[in-house]
Structure formats: structure tokens, C-alpha cells
């Protein structure tokens, strides 16, 4: 028992550091996402409230708090699946109000999900060139009469999937059936199709979860890569700490609904709010007693 | 009536089953809800083609063309009416508009073309150098009627394209995504909305083509023709395993055989109780149909 612990991987505390240039906090100059005022209620309830947010253009953003805090309900507001009862969104300057969930990735957001998503049935490559369909380039009717253009294109998208399957060195693995990867596979295959869709903005919720602690350090690695890779924002969902505070530029606390902090890691590390929220207040008695104590 | 001439019109009355059982599968398969009034779809397309050969004297593939074209106009037409604004409600409600659509789509030919029969023309004819009318080929003893012919043929060819253009292409793999997660395809870009309307036209146009071959083969066409070939259809699609491709064939083609030899061998009344019978001994063995993927939810 004891020897199986020292094996053990040791995570990483320190944060990754990244070879392109380190993403200047350009929040202010012109952020990829605006969320002015956000809000949005189910029936009497108020899940989100007030929600102020600003992404860089390469910014990796950590939204974290307790379970039931609302987070996942951001990002279902920021993809449309839920629309916002309050406030506003806007997309590199785009108002996103009137969009549905196949606008906004079009025009720019991709994320994964908390539970996997993928389409089980079809071939990994298959799953990757769907998050591609709005990049291949033939109709109904060039798919129906197999025009030379529909041959072209599916050759460029069988190519374009296989340089995104290789990313996480997943080429060998394309005819496979998507829901018969092992689990960590899948979640970088989630991660693949969302890159798939071209977006400026990628959504990851909790890319960790059920992760082993060398997995996780894999992924911290990763997902900092795409960023430098692509160029693009990942604002990310997670409860695990040396993750969020290992790879996040900044970060945003929310408690029931509502931003309680927000920072970079060591602001919010040290933040008595945050601490609050996660291990409640010290108990007034102990306090006193500590007091005269001391 | 000779055990080959009984296999051979089984085959084909299948073939017809298995084509209107493709439309309620990939419904199914896609929107996850039963199609009802895909019965009554077949009725109108005979309908239209029974016009448009007799009224306006088109020829019968013209006719037929007519057919399929409106009946997937139709089909959209329906899909976006009663089925769209529906679409987050329960199963149930959906389920009712549907067999509501149905009734409709009955009455509406009952007030349009008159509950009096129409015999519909039979188009598989050729003409010997005697100038008669032959409807069918001999062979030997065995007699193959062309439309028998035709519609093996025509259920072959619609599998095969069907089948292609599900795996292939991108509109084939947005139908297969839709069909396993709408939400997720959604946020891949699709147009899930698009997506479910190609369904319906794709099924529509399979009925309209279904409906000219049953028709052609029991040539009795009343506004109800649709429903019982619609409902031994459905039983087919669920026979096989509903929301499966290859489960629709199959399932169309053992229950037009199942039906054909309980009429020859047992009782020409208790055909569609043996027909019926079968099915419950299959689903009791095999929940899903015989080609349907267990749902392992996990927990």
C-alpha cells in the first residue's frame, strides 16, 4: 500500500510555461467575450446574476466554485442552449441575443461537456469531421450526385481531421469507434471535435474530471499548447485546483450565481472570500476561543 | 398457389413494407418520435399519381416523379406545422399530433377525391407483337408479375443508395449525429432544424414511391389504403429494431413473407394475427427488434 503511494505521480504545482508569447491581458483592449450584466432565472429561481466577465484573445480563463454555483449554466448560456433572462453576451464585439446554439458556433464558441458527448456510433474521424461540417465546402445536391467538388472537399476534411487527430497523437485510432476509446481518450477526442469547428473561443467543462493526477499534468500541457497552437481563448471549467491555478491567466469565483472574486491565481489564492466559499467561515466561538487563547 | 409463388409475392409485399418502414425508422431515428400519419403520406401519393395518370395523362414515371415531389413537400410541410413547435414537449403530445395529422390528412382526401374506390392503373405493363397487354413474365410454370419485378428491384436499389448516403458525406453524418445527440450537434454547428426536415422529405418521397407499388399491386385506393399498410410497416420498423436501417428491410421483408405464406398455408383471415403473433414472440425474446442496439443508459 505504501510503495503503490510512492509511485504515485506527483502533480504539478508549478504553472506550465508557455513558448509563444506570453497573451498580453488585452481584456480591456478588445476582449474575444463581453458578458455585460448576465443573468438568467429558472421559474423563481435566480441561477446566475449579474455576471460580469471580459476574455482575452488568448487568454486561458478559469471559472471555478462550489458545485451548484452556476457554472455550467454560463456555459450553456454562452453556447444558447440556455437563453439569458438578463444581460448580454457579445462575441468579439457581436451581440450574440438573437443567435441560436449553431450561430454562436459558427460563429466562434466550441466547448465539451461535463459528461462526455460524443457520437458514440460513428468512427473517431467521423466524429471530428462533424465538428468540420460547416467547413466543407459542397451542398445537398454536390453530396447527392457526388459533384467532383464533394470528392474534393472530403478528401480536404479527411486531411484537415487526421492534422487535428494528431494533435494528441490520435491518427491511429481514426476508424475506431468513438464510444469504445478508453475514457481519456475520449475527453481529448471531445476537446479534438470542438477544435474541429474553427472556434475563437473553446469551452472546456471539466476537462479533468476523472483524470489521474499524470493525465491531469498531460492535459494542463495540452491545453496550454492549443492556446499557443491556435491562437485562440479557453476559458475552462474545474475542481481541480492545481489545474486551474497551474494554467489559468485568470480566474473568476462564483458562489450560488453570483462572481465572488475574480483575479489571477494568486489574488484568488489568497482571497479570504474564496477560502469562505469553499471552506465555510471559521466558527464564531473558535474564534473567540483562539482570542482569549491567544 | 406453388411454395415459390408464394415466397416471390412474400419478397415483394415486404419490399413495399420495408420501404414505407424506412421512413418511420429514420423519423424515429432522428426526431425520436412515431410518425403516424406516414401511412396516410402513401395514400396521397397514390392519390396524386392516380391523377396525374388518369386526369392529366401523364406518363406513369412523370406521374410518379409528381408524386414524390409533393409528397415531399408534404412531408416538410407537416414536419414544420404540427411537428417543429412541439419539439421540447413530451413524447406523448407528439405522439397524438401525429395520429391527429393522421386523421386529418384521411379526411382531407375524403372531402377532396370521395370515399368511392378508384382503381388505380397498373403501369408495369409491356405490349406483346399481338398487340395484348402483358403484366408479367413466365417462367416455366412460375408466374412473375412486373410489378412484383419492379419492386424488388426498386426496394434493392433504395437500400443500397439509402444506406450509402447515411455513411457517407456530410449530410448522412449531421443525420446520424442528430439522431445520437441533438444538443451536442447543435453546438458542432449543425442545423438540427435542417436536418430533421431533410428526414421527413427523404421518408416522404420513400412513401409516395411506396404508395404507387402497393397501389399497383392491390389497385383498390380509398382514403384509408394508407393506414394498414402504414401500421404493418411500423410493425416491420419495430420487428426489425426501430431506428435501424438495415432493421427496416429485414423487418419489411420477413413480415410480407411471414404474411403471404400465413395466407397460403394457414387461414387468409388469421394472416395478420399470425403476422402479429410472431412479432409479439420476437419482441418477448428480443426487446429491441431484431437488428435494434440495447440503450445501455449509465448510471
Redesign the interface.
Known amino acids: 500500500m505504501s510503495e503503490q503511494k510512492k509511485q504515485r505521480p506527483v502533480t504539478r504545482m508549478v504553472p506550465v510555461q508557455s513558448k509563444a508569447i506570453v497573451p498580453e491581458r488585452d481584456a480591456d483592449k478588445s476582449p474575444i467575450l463581453e458578458c455585460h450584466h448576465l443573468g438568467i432565472d429558472f421559474g423563481g429561481l435566480t441561477a446566475v446574476n449579474d455576471f460580469n466577465l471580459m476574455v482575452g484573445r488568448t487568454e486561458i480563463a478559469g471559472l471555478i466554485g462550489p458545485n451548484g454555483a452556476g457554472k455550467t449554466t454560463i456555459f450553456n448560456l454562452l ?1 444558447k ?1 440556455y437563453q439569458p433572462t438578463r444581460g448580454s453576451i457579445l462575441l468579439d464585439g457581436a451581440d450574440t441575443s438573437k443567435m ?3 450561430q454562436v ?2 460563429a466562434g464558441i ?2 465539451t ?1 461535463q ?1 462526455i ?6 468512427s473517431v474521424e ?1 466524429n471530428v ?3 468540420l ?2 467547413h ?1 465546402g ?1 451542398g ?1 445536391w454536390g ?2 450526385f457526388r459533384l467532383p467538388k ?1 470528392w474534393k472537399e ?1 478528401a480536404h ?1 479527411h486531411d484537415s481531421a487526421m492534422e487535428l487527430l494528431k494533435i494528441f497523437d490520435m491518427e491511429h485510432l481514426a476508424n475506431a469507434q468513438a464510444g469504445s476509446l478508453p475514457y481519456g481518450a475520449q475527453r481529448r477526442l471531445e476537446i479534438v ?2 477544435l474541429a ?1 474553427n472556434p475563437s473561443l473553446l469551452l472546456l467543462d471539466e476537462p479533468a474530471a476523472g483524470m489521474n493526477p499524470s493525465e491531469t499534468a498531460e492535459l494542463m500541457d495540452n491545453i496550454v499548447r492549443i492556446r499557443d497552437l491556435f491562437q485562440i481563448a479557453v476559458m475552462l471549467i474545474e475542481h481541480d485546483m492545481n489545474l486551474v491555478m497551474g494554467i489559468c491567466e485568470g480566474i473568476c469565483v462564483l458562489n450560488f450565481g453570483q462572481v465572488i472574486a475574480k483575479g489571477s491565481p494568486d489574488e484568488i489564492k489568497s482571497n479570504p472570500v474564496v477560502i469562505e466559499a469553499y471552506l465555510g467561515k471559521k466558527d464564531k466561538k473558535k474564534k473567540k476561543k483562539e482570542a482569549n487563547d491567544g | 398457389m406453388s411454395f415459390l409463388d408464394s415466397l416471390i409475392s412474400g419478397i415483394s409485399l415486404g419490399s413495399v413494407y420495408a420501404i414505407i418502414a424506412l421512413g418511420y425508422t429514420m423519423v424515429y431515428g432522428i426526431a425520436k418520435m412515431l410518425n403516424f400519419a406516414h401511412g396516410d403520406v402513401i395514400m396521397v401519393g397514390a392519390y396524386i399519381c392516380f391523377f396525374a395518370a388518369t386526369r392529366f395523362n401523364l406518363p406513369p414515371l412523370v406521374g410518379i416523379l409528381v408524386a414524390v415531389l409533393l409528397c415531399t413537400v408534404l412531408g416538410i410541410t407537416i414536419e414544420k406545422l404540427a411537428y417543429a413547435p412541439l419539439r421540447s414537449a413530451p413524447s406523448l403530445a407528439v405522439l397524438i399530433t401525429a395520429i391527429g395529422v393522421s386523421y386529418f390528412l384521411q379526411n382531407a382526401a375524403l372531402l377532396l377525391w370521395s370515399p368511392n374506390p378508384k382503381v388505380f392503373p397498373n403501369f408495369f405493363l409491356t405490349h406483346a407483337a399481338d398487340g395484348t397487354e402483358q403484366t408479367g413474365l413466365e417462367l416455366g410454370s412460375l408466374r412473375v408479375s412486373y410489378v412484383t419485378l419492379v419492386t424488388i428491384v426498386v426496394c434493392v436499389v433504395i437500400m443500397a443508395v439509402l444506406t450509402f448516403f447515411i455513411n457517407n458525406g456530410k449530410l448522412g453524418k449531421a443525420m446520424r449525429a442528430v439522431s445520437e445527440d441533438k444538443d451536442a450537434a447543435r453546438l458542432m454547428g449543425i442545423n438540427v432544424n435542417t436536418t430533421i426536415s431533410v428526414t421527413f422529405a427523404i421518408g416522404s418521397g420513400l412513401a409516395a414511391i411506396a404508395g404507387v407499388l402497393y397501389m399497383s399491386a392491390y389497385p383498390t385506393l380509398v382514403p384509408t389504403t394508407g393506414s394498414m399498410p402504414g401500421i404493418k410497416a411500423f410493425t416491420a420498423a419495430v420487428f426489425g429494431g426501430i431506428g435501424s436501417i438495415p432493421g427496416a428491410f429485414l423487418g419489411g421483408l420477413l413480415l410480407g413473407v411471414i404474411e403471404i405464406f400465413a395466407k397460403a398455408y394457414i387461414s387468409t383471415q388469421l394472416s395478420d394475427a399470425v403476422v402479429f403473433a410472431v412479432l409479439i414472440i420476437v419482441l418477448l425474446v428480443k426487446p429491441t427488434g431484431l437488428l435494434g442496439k440495447q440503450i445501455r443508459e449509465k448510471v
Open positions: 453556447t442552449v441560436t446554439t449553431e458556433n459558427r466550441a466547448r461537456f459528461n458527448r460524443l457520437f458514440n456510433n460513428l467521423d469531421k462533424l465538428g461540417h460547416n466543407i459542397y445537398m453530396g447527392v464533394y472530403e476534411a471535435r470542438a469547428t
